[in-house]
């Protein structure tokens, strides 16, 4: 049974946990090996017990890495950084720009770099002793199926008898312990501090879901991996990339900026067919559409399962799996291609693909004694809910009703594609609030709206509680309620506060209502 600590990434007891009670120091100058320095001021030789790029963490004896962001440049926190006891600072910058005052407070060594995200990466990995060369790690890129395919791959590890951990949007767990996680890829210095206590414990095989933000952030800049997957690219975050075609240089990074001994990418994704031509050395190919490496063939897709004949260079063999919709079909591919690298056996994959659980918040089912079904999906992309609306037709034989809500403070171009793609492809949809942050929820679902009929089949709740209980009030005998966007989320954000909130939670509450 996992342990589970219920705090944000390391935030729990960060000492005695994750940075560990006796971590040694270590030199300056040995820390920055391998970084372009490009003025200093004061000693290198110096020994440092602490790395810190928040200021508010920072202690006696600490290293204190500025990093420049959105709504603050660290720079501004060097003085705060010197006087709480950081005994070297470094800065995006030139000396001649920074204060002396800075500079010389405490006697702090100075150094300046020319980014200083590719130093904090750096220093993290040397700081760790490049744990990421101590175990297996595969790394997973792409739009959607990133917390899925690395379930299925600790599945398939564990089956193998290895010792597993996974790094990622729901948790970081290994072993008994299970750390609830607030970004998918954790910054380059907590990364590496978590890769280092996996190795210490025994961690044979890490996955490791790569988002784009931590690609353009060189959060994994220079790691290796043993495999490095790419699953597809659909519109997504483009309030941070601005246009598509820089999210996928984006998601392109992890195989252009770290050593990967082999890359596996879906070849029916057309950024997926570009990739593989790029990066053809050492490349496994998946699909279904397209001859690949690793191919489905006579896929029957059911209500409680799905099975399909896996074609690999190695021989054929039939699979069933719980896991529902097309899409699915996709991650157990390369996670077929990714086991096929680990010699594990057809069989072995066959097996254990046939008792995967749900992976949490993805397609889950929610069940209470109801004669319909309801599904919770993290789909919050145009294409997530595509599939997820597609799949769920696929073996439904009365209505598809969809939940659905766009968050605030994020893309805004998306929300109307993503009501066309509800409207057009489900019988009716609830259009609601997901996590409205500080934008005004109503608003957000006069963007949804803009695009598609004034009438139709759907309704606006904007309380997302009174929305899913609508939909079930609604479903009739065999429809199926598609609650989008959330997933395994237990909160909402709402202004600046988090509130509980379970769309699981909350279906079953109804659920249990109705039916008894």
Request: net charge positive.
């Amino acid at each position: 049974m996992k342990q589970s600590v219920s705090t944000k990434w390391f935030s729990f007891s960060e000492k005695d946990f994750f940075l560990g009670k006796n971590m040694p120091k270590k030199n300056l100058e040995k820390l920055i090996a391998g970084i372009e320095v490009v003025g200093s001021l004061g000693d290198r030789n110096r020994e440092i017990e602490h790395i810190a790029f928040d200021s508010r963490k920072v202690r006696q004896g600490s290293l204190f890495v500025a990093i420049p962001g959105k709504k603050y440049d660290g720079k501004t926190f060097l003085k705060e950084a010197v006087d709480k006891g950081a005994i070297a600072v470094i800065a995006q910058s030139s000396i001649k720009s920074l204060p002396s005052l800075i500079t010389k407070t405490n006697n702090a060594t100075t150094l300046c770099v020319e980014d200083s995200r590719k130093a904090l990466s750096k220093i993290s990995a040397n700081y760790y002793g490049q744990p990421f060369k101590d175990l297996s790690l595969t790394g997973v890129t792409g739009t959607n199926g990133k917390t899925t395919l690395t379930y299925i791959l600790e599945a398939l590890s564990k089956a193998d008898g290895r010792n597993t951990g996974v790094i990622g949007t729901i948790d970081c767990h290994f072993g008994e312990t299970v750390v609830p996680s607030s970004i998918t890829t954790p910054e380059s210095l907590d990364l590496n501090r978590s890769i280092r206590k996996m190795v210490d414990a025994g961690v044979s095989d890490c996955f490791l879901e790569v988002s784009s933000h931590a690609l353009s952030q060189k959060r994994v800049f220079e790691m290796s991996f043993e495999a490095g997957i790419f699953t597809n690219l659909s519109r997504d975050h483009l309030d941070f990339h601005n246009d598509m075609g820089k999210y996928k240089n984006a998601k392109a990074k992890l195989f252009r900026e770290n050593l990967i001994k082999t890359s596996i990418i879906n070849i029916d994704d057309p950024v997926g067919k570009e990739f593989a031509e790029e990066f053809k050395v050492n490349t496994i190919t998946t699909g279904i559409n397209n001859m690949a490496d690793f191919y489905a063939e006579n896929i029957v897709l059911a209500g409680t399962q799905s099975r399909f004949t896996l074609k690999t260079p190695s021989g054929s063999i039939d699979i069933k799996t719980n896991l529902l919709g097309r899409h699915n079909i996709y991650n157990l591919l390369s996670a077929a291609a990714c086991a096929s690298t680990r010699d594990i056996s057809l069989e072995k994959i066959q097996d254990t693909f046939k008792e995967i659980p749900a992976i949490p918040g993805r397609f889950e089912s929610v069940k209470s004694g109801q004669n319909f079904s309801v599904l919770v999906d993290y789909a919050h992309t145009q294409d997530a809910l595509f599939k997820s609306i597609s799949a769920s037709k696929a073996f439904t034989r009365g209505e598809v009703i969809v939940v659905f809500g766009c968050g605030g403070d994020r893309d805004k171009g998306k929300r109307k594609e993503m009501g066309q793609v509800a409207i057009k492809n489900a019988n009716f949809t609830v259009i609601t609030s997901d996590n409205p942050r500080t934008e005004d929820p109503e608003k957000i679902i006069a963007d949804i709206l803009k695009g598609i009929p004034s009438t139709g089949p759907y309704k606006t709740i904007t309380d997302r509680r009174e929305a899913i209980a609508y939909a079930i009030n609604r479903a009739k005998k065999n429809d199926l309620v598609l609650i989008a966007g959330k997933g395994h989320e237990n909160y909402q954000v709402l202004g600046m506060k988090k509130v509980r909130f379970d769309d699981r939670e909350v279906a079953r509450e109804f659920l249990r209502n109705r039916v008894h």
